[in-house]
């Protein structure tokens, strides 16, 4: 019983110290002399490469991700087809659109299949917050792929006129899970 218990109090301390890692802000100081504009950035072809590690910084699946984006006006169309290391793939499609007056620190709104509810994000400097609730399919060893609900922290830092990096930093449960580091290169 002892035993149990001190587990469970070490499971506790460990999940607590994770929750208090530093995360960004967009008061940060700006990382580049770009400014970020979601709409100019993803609108077109790009290609970006990743990777999702888990709390204790393991690497648990890489992936490429084949994006097309079509800016209109007034929404921003992101079709994103993923292939990870296993050959799996998958397919999401977001619709993207302003919210608000046009400003140059823009507020955004978006669905996707997956998403629960409505995903939100602000741009600021060169920076772009995205915040969103999905579920999320897992590959299983023995069978189809299950499912995950998990809620992402997505930060994007504009590095240049064509490259971005991105953290987001998952949870479920309220408990910090991993992260996901992605470079997007814009092909045109």
Known sequence: MMRIWALGLVAG?????????????????????????????????????????????????????QLVGDWDGERLRLVEDFTYEDGSTEQ????????????????????????????????????????YTIDLPVPQANGPAGVSRVSFDDWMWAQSEDRLFNRAYMKKYGL????????????D
């Open 13 to 65: 301390l460990v999940a607590a110290l994770a929750g208090c890692t530093g995360k960004p802000s967009l008061q940060d100081k700006p990382m580049s002399g770009q400014d970020f504009a979601l709409e100019r950035f993803f609108d077109g072809r790009l290609v970006a490469r990743g990777q999702f590690q888990d709390v204790f910084g393991t690497v648990r699946r890489s992936f490429v991700v």
């Open 92 to 131: 999401r499609i977001w619709t993207l659109q302003k919210v608000g007056p046009v400003t140059a620190d823009q507020a955004w709104e978006g669905t996707a299949p997956g998403v629960i509810g409505i995903a939100k994000g602000q741009e600021k400097g060169d920076r772009f917050n995205w915040a």
């Open 176 to 187: 910090d899970v991993g992260d996901v580091s992605i470079s997007f290169e814009k092909l």
